[in-house]
């Protein structure tokens, strides 16, 4: 059973910068991504990359902005956060899924979270 640290959250202003990094035990899985819930709100995808790394996917509203990588000889996926708004605020979530895509049911272990916090 794979078992996730994130870390790297934190405040900053807007058009600020954050980079997050999760730590995976276990297996490497297929997919490593992160997703974030807002106050009030669902859970929604952010990022999301294959082992491989031939399979990339963004949001809409983050792509452009934040950059998915990961370290499988460690195990870790990062997420690298530029040009930060309000909206962007969030307890921001690593998970792995065993199948191609970005389907948050896929998705079967996850972390903790971290907050990220972006003032105006």
């Known amino acids: 059973q794979a078992q996730l640290a994130e870390s790297g959250g934190g405040l900053v202003q807007a058009g600020g910068s954050l980079r997050l990094s999760c730590a995976a035990s276990g297996r490497t899985s297929i997919m490593m991504g992160w997703f974030r819930q807002a106050p009030g709100k669902e859970r929604e995808f952010v990022a999301a990359q294959s082992v491989s790394g031939s399979n990339l996917y963004y949001a809409n509203s983050v792509n452009g902005r934040f950059t998915i990588s990961r370290d499988n000889a460690k195990n870790m996926v990062f997420l690298q956060m530029t040009s930060l708004r309000p909206e962007d605020t969030a307890v921001y979530y690593c998970?792995?899924?065993?199948?191609?895509?970005?389907?948050?049911?896929?998705?079967?272990?996850w972390g903790q979270g971290t907050q990220v916090t972006v003032s105006s």
């Open positions: 998970a792995t899924s065993g199948r191609i895509g970005a389907r948050r049911d896929d998705y079967d272990y």
